[in-house]
Each structure stands twice: as structure tokens, then as C-alpha cells.
């Protein structure tokens, strides 16, 4: 049964500690976006990948947040510092791209994501 | 850019009772248009999509979902609401031939006995 495997599903730290998120996609996919979700912002997209080359982290906070895939099989989020508002839940998806065009049908695969608590 | 609505935050029904959720998009190309619902402590599972085929879509667990071009609209019905049908949905829009998906703010559906 091929899912997205997101660890940790949940962290508790302390404001100004590194928190690190990491996910494997489905394999075979070639995208992977990373999305937070809170109640105040819904789901905003933080960075997405293809073929493990970042192509938007237009929403991610660089200052803060990094996002990186060492390889196919991983994708990192990483927070440095993590501050109290980084508190979310915080989702992996991956998906498959084909053609020159980028054509696909659309449909993203998501972890159960990990729920992350700054205190 | 692209963005879709979700009017209404919250809908009530009860069980048996047809269910209405609106979604509203705005795209400058053709969108690729999707459902995605969200049980509590889980991520998204896709119910439908639109690919710009048939605009009448169907899903699982019964639900179906109309592109109407003239409205830009997307709303998702089922004729018979289930108690396991309480979660939250979520419509989304991407421009045709890519991923990048656009959440709505979600609808939290809540099924009465």
C-alpha cells in the first residue's frame, strides 16, 4: 500500500530550538510539495520540488525555514530557529509529472503530517 | 493567479439529508479543480477531480462534484449524507498541466442522527 511516511507525527520543543520534519514520498513520484496548516491560515503551500529541484518556496520564511531533498527517497523542512508561530501541522504530498509540458493529472498524495508544538 | 472560495465555514445536515458544499474558483487558465476531504489527525484524501473531460465528476463514498464554467463553480453534492461523512472538505485549483494546488479555507461538515 504505497503512502507518504511523514516523521515525527508530533514534537513538542522549545522556542528558538532546530526542528527538523522529514517525509518519503511515494515511490516513483517525482514532486513533492510541503503545506501548513493552521486554524488561522489554513493550508499554504511552503515549498514545492520536482524532481528533487526546489521550483517555488515563495511561501516559505527563508530566514527560518529550509527545505531540501538529499534524494529521492527524502525530503527535509527544517526550522531554525523555531519560534512559537511555526506551531502547525505540517503536511507532505507528492505526486507524478510527466511530459515535457508537465502534464499530469493533478492529484496529490498526502502524509498525515506532523503536528509541531513551540513552546 | 488562481484561487478558489468555500462559502461557508461550517455546514449542518442530517443524516439522509442532501449535502451542499460551494466552491467557487478563479482562474486565468482552465483549472484543474479538485475535492479533498480531511478526517481529525489525518491528511488529505482526494474524493474527485476535474480534468477538463466530463464536467459532471464523480467521486468516492458517493460524491459528485459539476464544473460550471458559466458560474465558476465547483460545488460538491451527495444525495444521502452518512454520519462517516463528517470532516472537513477542501476544494482546490491548479492551472492545467501543473501541481501546484490552491486550497480553499475549508468546509467542516457536521452530520446529525
Known amino acids: 500500500d504505497a503512502r507518504v511516511t511523514q516523521t515525527p507525527r508530533h514534537k513538542v520543543t522549545e522556542m528558538g530550538q532546530e526542528v527538523t520534519m522529514r517525509c518519503q ?23 514545492y520540488f520536482r524532481n528533487r529541484a526546489p521550483l517555488d518556496d515563495s511561501g516559505m520564511p527563508k530566514d527560518r525555514f529550509s527545505a531540501e531533498m538529499p534524494d529521492a527517497t527524502l525530503a527535509t523542512l527544517k526550522i531554525q530557529p523555531s519560534e512559537p508561530r511555526d506551531s502547525a501541522v505540517y503536511f507532505c504530498a507528492s505526486g507524478l509529472v510527466d511530459g515535457l509540458a508537465g502534464g499530469n493529472t ?14 | 493567479a488562481q484561487s478558489v472560495t468555500q462559502l461557508g465555514s461550517h455546514v449542518s445536515v442530517s443524516e439522509g439529508a442532501l449535502v451542499l458544499l460551494r466552491c467557487n474558483y478563479s482562474s486565468s487558465v482552465p483549472p484543474y479543480l479538485f475535492w ?15 480534468t477538463s473531460a466530463a464536467t459532471l465528476v464523480k467521486g468516492i463514498n458517493g460524491f459528485e462534484a459539476e464544473f460550471k464554467k458559466s458560474e465558476t463553480s465547483f460545488h460538491l453534492t451527495k444525495p444521502s449524507a ?3 461523512d463528517a470532516a472537513e472538505y477542501f476544494c482546490a485549483v491548479s492551472p492545467m498541466g501543473f501541481q501546484k494546488l490552491v486550497f480553499g479555507t475549508g468546509t467542516r461538515l457536521l452530520v446529525s442522527p
Not at chain 1, 514520498?25 to 496548516?37: A, D, E, S
Not at chain 1, 493533478?106 to 513552546?119: A, Q, Y
Open chain 1, 25 to 47: 514520498p511515494i515511490l516513483g513520484h517525482n514532486t513533492v510539495f510541503w503545506y501548513r496548516q493552521t486554524m488561522m491560515q489554513g493550508l499554504e503551500l511552503l515549498a
Open chain 1, 106 to 119: 493533478g492529484e496529490l498524495f498526502f502524509g498525515e503530517g506532523s503536528r509541531l508544538t513551540v513552546l
Open chain 2, 36 to 50: 479533498y476531504v480531511q478526517y481529525p489527525n489525518q491528511g488529505l484524501q482526494l474524493l474527485l477531480k476535474y
Open chain 2, 82 to 84: 452518512h454520519m462517516s
